[in-house]
């Protein structure tokens, strides 16, 4: 594993960028990002305004629907009238036809309010949806301009697969084994830089730890990775350190 130090930092480097250009090639790029948020929100205005329709227009035809069965009953109620033999059962009647008027009352004002809502966001949504038309073109063009850059990225992306192919070619199977291991366990990135941490007072002493996990980095490893390209582990977070070039 000696000697490849600068082989397996260009190999990450790569791999680093194929992840980006994929995530980048299935999503959408930095400058639409905002075009995106604004016309997703909005999107989601209407639709949360045509569910509102939606719904209250349900509401109204439940209310009328209601009203209905109890316009049947008082129907039924008042044809009953003539037929009642005594007192006590004329007093029943008129208490069932009072509470069925009550009811057509509610009903009427259940579905009036209905009505009224729908109107209103009848109104909100002829408003929000003229306000988006613009808006709508500028995204529907913004995506038309990312669909003529796209293949460019994709050749990008298909260059770096043969660079990795190439780069991984160039490692002894130990050290490529050893490479995935540890970026497979890191997760896509197996590289830690070692840094420089400014000493004060002491001497000529030079202190290094390593940028991930800011653990120290042993003088010797520092030799062994700046003068040989030897690949030496992190002792604490275990990723391959590098110099950063400055
Ligand atoms: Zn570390």
Redesign the pocket.
């Given at each position: 594993m000696d000697g490849q130090l600068s082989s397996v930092t260009k190999l990450q480097e790569a791999l680093t960028e194929a992840a980006d250009l994929e995530v980048l090639l299935s999503g959408i790029p930095d400058w639409m990002e905002e075009l995106h948020t604004e016309h997703s929100g909005r999107q989601a205005e209407i639709d949360a305004l045509e569910e509102g329709l939606k719904a209250a227009a349900s509401e109204r035809r439940a209310a009328e629907a209601t009203e209905g069965d109890c316009q049947e009953k008082l129907k039924g109620y008042q044809e009953q009238i003539g037929k009642v033999r005594n007192q006590r059962e004329y007093g029943a009647l008129l208490q069932e036809i009072d509470t069925v008027k009550d009811q057509i009352r509610e009903s009427e004002d259940i579905g009036l309010a209905a009505l009224e809502q729908y109107e209103s966001l009848e109104k909100q949504l002829d408003e929000a949806k003229a306000a988006f038309a613009d808006l709508d073109q500028r995204y529907a063009d913004s995506l038309k301009k990312w669909e003529t850059e796209k293949p460019e990225i994709a050749r990008q992306a298909e260059e770096v697969s043969k660079t990795i192919v190439e780069l991984e070619q160039a490692l002894t199977p130990r050290t490529l084994a050893h490479f995935k291991r540890v970026f497979e366990h890191h997760e896509g990135n197996a590289m830690?830089a070692v840094r420089k941490v400014q000493q004060t007072g002491k001497k000529g002493a030079q202190i290094w730890h390593?940028a991930?996990?800011n653990?120290r980095v042993r003088p010797q490893a520092v030799v062994e990775i700046a003068s040989h390209g030897n690949l030496v582990l992190?002792d604490?977070?275990k990723?391959i350190l590098f110099i950063a070039e400055v």
């Amino acid at each position: 594993m000696d000697g490849q130090l600068s082989s397996v930092t260009k190999l990450q480097e790569a791999l680093t960028e194929a992840a980006d250009l994929e995530v980048l090639l299935s999503g959408i790029p930095d400058w639409m990002e905002e075009l995106h948020t604004e016309h997703s929100g909005r999107q989601a205005e209407i639709d949360a305004l045509e569910e509102g329709l939606k719904a209250a227009a349900s509401e109204r035809r439940a209310a009328e629907a209601t009203e209905g069965d109890c316009q049947e009953k008082l129907k039924g109620y008042q044809e009953q009238i003539g037929k009642v033999r005594n007192q006590r059962e004329y007093g029943a009647l008129l208490q069932e036809i009072d509470t069925v008027k009550d009811q057509i009352r509610e009903s009427e004002d259940i579905g009036l309010a209905a009505l009224e809502q729908y109107e209103s966001l009848e109104k909100q949504l002829d408003e929000a949806k003229a306000a988006f038309a613009d808006l709508d073109q500028r995204y529907a063009d913004s995506l038309k301009k990312w669909e003529t850059e796209k293949p460019e990225i994709a050749r990008q992306a298909e260059e770096v697969s043969k660079t990795i192919v190439e780069l991984e070619q160039a490692l002894t199977p130990r050290t490529l084994a050893h490479f995935k291991r540890v970026f497979e366990h890191h997760e896509g990135n197996a590289m830690a830089a070692v840094r420089k941490v400014q000493q004060t007072g002491k001497k000529g002493a030079q202190i290094w730890h390593c940028a991930s996990c800011n653990y120290r980095v042993r003088p010797q490893a520092v030799v062994e990775i700046a003068s040989h390209g030897n690949l030496v582990l992190c002792d604490s977070c275990k990723r391959i350190l590098f110099i950063a070039e400055v």
